[in-house]
């Protein structure tokens, strides 16, 4: 022990001993401030202040032995090894936050003597890690005795420090403080009188080290946290201390206060709005308002205290005009219905008349007492009333909505499976309702729709139910047993359907279309059936002089079939299940590549590989050839952009595409997007898409050839003017439609068109890429009347690029 007193005052410079020992006061201060207020918290504040804390006692164990470091003198500078200085920090943080931890967790004295001794084991290995932390030549010696000894003075000191700490009362605090002051100071200078460092030099060029200087800083930097933390707790302590003064004075005006309610409650209870009665544990009324009286129909200022809960349930059965005997019976199951619910609470709704609503509620308060509340609740009935009607009601026509027809209609379909009787389906659509809200305007639309339904409502006989479902769709059904019934009700919807509605100063004319399903013949489900009945009224839309079209498997199932392929095209177009193959063309003459024809290809999920002469026709009548178009038209780009040699792509553009200006904007964005060259775009018309309205379409390809993209006119020869076609527009290529090819070899009539068109062409000068080519033949009769390019089976099949396509060079095949 001398020697560790010698050591202590010759080996140090004791001012920086003593600023160490403030800097380890003021953190052992602000820990145990901060630990006995994170006991006072719960949940996320209590590991907010415990983490607090941990870092103020952390922080300050390091500082502690960093600026006890600096006021060594072991006679050469020091340096320290970076990673094992910051580790030091880490372990002081880490296990005396552990401790902390443990400690507000506690439940005893020795709980918290524990905790306390976990601080003691991170003072002790933060020290030994920072001593190793030295960058040192030569061998430090130990003492072991007092390295125990210091281990062993920070843990029973830290240990008793936290218990004392969380005592009650600022002395406790105080000295909880000091005696992690003592701790902490005790272990350090213990621990460093165990070091004998006469035998070490300081370590030259040591790769990463913190010399003393730097270390002063950060030493430094770590003070002032701890300064501003050690603030913090006295700030909190002394919040904690105002908190509990106002807690023992709230107590003493709790007295006024409950003598200031209980003059309130009688006010209360006077004009509250539900009736009050406190019944006692053998059920009668020891304490009621006025409004009870009230409701119950008793007059104003009547006694019924002493009263048992069956002479209040008569006098409840007396508002209404019933028999006596049978007045008694209700009474009686009254009050049985009520002495269940009072036991375990709970309560019940009453209506006598149909006309008023008491609700009763019972609040049992444990001692065979309860306290049982009445309202009236009339008018909040007929407000649920009126919102369950709107939640199964259309709001604009009063018709039952979507949810509510399918709740009759699965009734319906019930009893007539019990009774063996049909139902009909009626799908009922208003005729060119678009061109009357265009028209007339959205108000017009409305009206015609209300009087439209209120003719409807005032048609239907006992078994008949119309429902809207949305815009101008309205669907019925019709319960019958001979089919005469259900030609009655169709006639009776329309001569409904076909009339006129005035509105203001417009008088609109009204049709429509019917289409019926009949179960069970059509169907047995609602689904089925509704569907069914959809199909039929598709056909009677299309047909120009029926109104009415009942459902028929073989001419419907086409329909549905067109609308399922729609629905599936969609979601390939969701789920980017389309894909693009490549078909060469090449120069006739020389058999180079000129280009590629992108295909689309679909596999159909459980139909396999369908035609594009197939999809696309039902894309465009869905609508989505668009977006199908958009995405070949930027997937070819992209791919095209990838490839290593720069040949030319040509994409289809369908006559929808073609009517819409948006297409010259996509094809900008595509070309930009994609980085391909405007020159390797090539977009393949019909004489189909650009007579449909032929201004328009010359005007945007004109645009879409102003950004270098050629253009070629497809299936030449089959459209309705080509020749006037070709005048009219500066197409860069015609392809000649692969019909012509087919009898080439062996009709003189075909050749003689297809020489025809490719002079035609040389006139023009536009090249002539001829279509379809399957034979050797074929290709013989082009080359020798001079066709610029071919494309066919015989060249190459369609195929996805990189996989290889099944080219034949045209000088082997010469």
Partial sequence: MFAVLDFFFRGHDLGFVALAALVCLLSAYACVSLLRHAMRMQGRARRIWTTVSALSVGLGIWSTHFVAMLAFRPGFALQYDILLTGLSLLIAIGICGAGLAMAIRSTGTADRFLGGAVIGVGISSMHYVGIAALLLDGQLLWHNGLIGLSILAGIVISGLAVVTAMGVGRARLFGGAGLLTLAICAMHFTAMGAADFSNCLPMVNAGAEIDGAVMSIIVALITLFILSAALGSVVLDEADRRRTEREDLRQKVDADRIAAVSQKLELALTHMGQGLALFSADGRVMLHNERLIELLGLPKGAAIEGRTLEDMCVVATNQVSIDLAKRDEIARGLAEQHRLLAAQGGQAVHSFDGERFLRVQHNPIGDGRWVTLMEDISDSKRSEAAIAHLAKHDTLTGLPNRARFDEVFAGALADAEAKGTQIGVVAIDLDNFKDINDSYGHATGDQVLRVLSERLSGLLKPGEVIARLGGDEFVAIKQFSVIESLRDFLDRIEGVLFGSVQYQDVIVATSGSIGVAIYPQDGREHSKLLSNADLALYRAKAEFDTRICYYESEMDEHARQRRAMSVDLWHALETNAFNLVYQVQKSVSSGEITGYEVLLRWDR??????????????????????????????????????????????????????????????????????????????????????????????????????????????????????????????????????????????????????????????????????????????????????????????????????????????????
């Fill in 605 to 814: 999920p459980g139909y396999g590989s369908v035609p594009p002469a197939e999809f696309i026709p039902v894309a465009e009548e869905c609508g989505a050839i668009g977006a199908i178009g958009a995405w070949v038209l930027t997937t070819a780009c992209i791919e095209a952009a990838a490839w290593p040699e720069p040949h030319k792509i040509a994409v289809n553009v369908s006559g929808l595409q073609l009517s819409q200006v948006e297409l010259v904007d996509l094809v900008k964005m595509v070309l930009f997007q994609s980085g391909l060259a405007p020159e390797r775009l090539e977009l393949e018309v019909t004489e189909t898409a650009i007579i449909t309205d032929k201004k328009r379409a010359l005007s945007i390809l004109r645009q879409i050839r102003e950004l270098g993209v050629s253009i070629a006119i497809d299936d030449f020869g089959t459209g309705y003017s080509s020749l006037a076609t070709l005048r009219s527009f500066p197409f860069d290529k015609i392809k000649l439609d692969r019909s012509f090819m087919n009898e080439v070899e062996h009709s003189e009539e075909s050749k003689a068109i297809v020489r025809a068109i490719l002079a035609l062409g040389r006139s023009l000068s536009v090249p002539v890429l001829a279509e379809g080519v399957e034979t050797l033949e074929q290709l013989n009769v082009l080359r020798m009347e001079g066709c610029n390019e071919a494309q066919g089976y015989l060249l190459g099949r369609p195929a996805a690029m990189g996989w290889g396509e099944e080219e034949v060079e045209l000088a082997a095949i010469a």
